[in-house]
């Protein structure tokens, strides 16, 4: 199973981006899906999650700002950020619960968390 995030760049504070994550391979089912970021000398921070069903969590400092959505046929996740400022910038990385169509045949299947490799955004004049 790959992850493959895509979609940063550089914008100007009060821009918007979307940030797309697609998830590839042996893919029976994804279960919860997650943004997370990381920016220059901080730790990583849990962004916003959407699980099978859609039902939303969102760090609290980013609602209504972000909003994070999926498309279940195309198994990709997506990030829209809008009204961006300078402290937005990171590294966003995306991660997804999958059981892998081989974990599919068991009685009860394993799920395993895949990270895609991470984009950059930067917000800056």
């Known amino acids: 199973v790959q992850l493959q995030a895509s979609g940063g760049g550089l914008v100007q504070p009060g821009g918007s981006l979307r940030l797309s994550c697609a998830a590839s391979?042996?893919?029976?089912?994804?279960?919860?899906m997650r943004w997370y970021r990381q920016a220059p000398g901080k730790q990583r921070e849990l962004v916003a999650t959407i699980d099978s069903s859609g039902h939303t969590n969102y760090l609290d400092s980013l609602k209504g700002r972000f909003t994070i959505s999926r498309d279940n046929a195309k198994n990709t996740v997506y990030l829209q950020m809008n009204s961006l400022k300078p402290e937005d910038t990171a590294v966003y990385s995306c991660?997804?619960?999958?059981?892998?169509?081989?974990?599919?045949?068991?009685?009860?299947?394993?799920?395993?968390?895949?990270w895609g490799q991470g984009t950059l955004v930067t917000v800056s004049s």
């Open positions: 991660n997804a619960n999958v059981i892998t169509t081989a974990e599919a045949m068991r009685v009860f299947p394993s799920t395993t968390d895949y």
């Open positions: 391979g042996s893919i029976f089912s994804i279960n919860t």
